[in-house]
């Protein structure tokens, strides 16, 4: 018999490897193409009524009715605003009426932990529906949280944290014809954006399964998840949520749930931590470039995500008894 040199061997593993990628890549597409539509037919329609909302003067009607208790926690009525706008919208679009107005550096700290813990709800909370958890527990959670969490910033931080460098810029008053087209090329850019981006993350996902990566991971980060309530089995669903957001994660959290891999009752634990504290990379980037500090709006949601979840933990087993 021949035996086989190193280098036939190396491409033996090599061909193997290869072959086992493609196979991911052939897997994952059928649920990317999936999850890509089913996100694109909520947040579109979305998108557009908050953009007609916004246009015809509807949501300010609403901030204004709002503002008095905007007072109470340290922030004035346009506050209402931003709130509102990162509740129906995301984080971007908070930040783009933040940057719009005359805020304090301690005004934008208190909106920024607003609206990180209150942002995209009906989209994000779609995406945990599916993932296990009731709408209403969700949404309750996610609005009261953001208020609890306005009124410690606003015992806890100076008084006096300075203003803003931004130049304040005058909001201008676009035609009906030109909010259109403005979000119709917004849109086709987002679609294209979210269809590559869900497609590589379900190949990603698919290749870390492949090769055993999840397990790994798992063991990694089981020890700090077990301190803040999670089984283990949420390792891969919670990075997802904290690195790419419930948004752009919802593939990977969806097909986790779906096949099997982690049970709804942990999806639903795990649901209450990032419902509170996710996407805690790109968001803190974002808010870090307008000049205000991902620690204030890092560590109070983490810390608050925990005692959530370990209250979940002591509600579900006194029910069990």
């Known amino acids: 018999m021949k035996k086989v040199g190193k280098s036939q061997l190396d491409s033996l593993n090599h061909s193997l490897i290869f072959r086992r990628i493609a196979g991911c890549i052939k897997n994952a597409m059928p649920s990317a193409i999936k999850t890509s539509l089913w996100f694109l037919k909520i947040t579109i329609p979305i998108s557009l009524t908050v953009t007609l909302l916004y246009h015809f003067g509807i949501l300010n009607v609403i901030s204004e009715f709002l503002s008095p208790a905007f007072n109470l926690i340290g922030l004035k009525g346009e506050a209402a605003l931003v709130y509102i706008t990162s509740a129906f919208l995301n984080v971007y679009s908070a930040i783009a009426v933040i940057t719009s107005l005359n805020f304090t550096l301690r005004e934008m700290t208190i909106l920024g932990i607003m609206s990180l813990i209150a942002h995209n709800l009906i989209v994000e909370t779609t995406v945990q529906k599916k993932t296990g958890s009731k709408v209403w527990h969700i949404i309750t959670l996610r609005i009261i949280s953001s208020i609890v969490a306005a009124i410690i910033l606003n015992l806890l931080l100076p008084a006096q944290m300075g203003t803003s460098s931004l130049g304040l810029h005058q909001i201008s008053n676009p035609t009906f014809k030109e909010v259109l087209s403005a979000w119709t090329v917004s849109s086709l850019k987002l679609s ?95 808010y870090a470039a307008i000049g205000v500090s991902a620690w204030w709006l890092f560590l109070p949601r983490l810390g608050m995500a925990i005692i959530v979840v370990w209250g979940r933990r002591f509600v579900i087993s006194y029910k069990e008894r």
Do not use: C
């Open 192 to 286: 294209i954006k979210i269809v590559v981006l869900i497609t590589l993350l379900m190949i990603l996902q698919k290749i870390l399964i492949e090769f055993k990566i999840t397990d790994l991971l798992t063991k990694i980060f089981g020890p700090f998840l077990k301190v803040m309530g999670l089984p283990g089995s949420t390792s891969v669903m919670w990075m997802a949520a904290n690195l790419l957001g419930l948004a752009y994660g919802s593939a990977i959290m969806i097909d986790e749930v779906e096949s099997g891999r982690i049970a709804k009752q942990e999806a639903d634990l795990l649901n209450f931590h990032i419902a509170i504290s996710h996407s805690n990379l790109e968001d803190l980037i974002l």
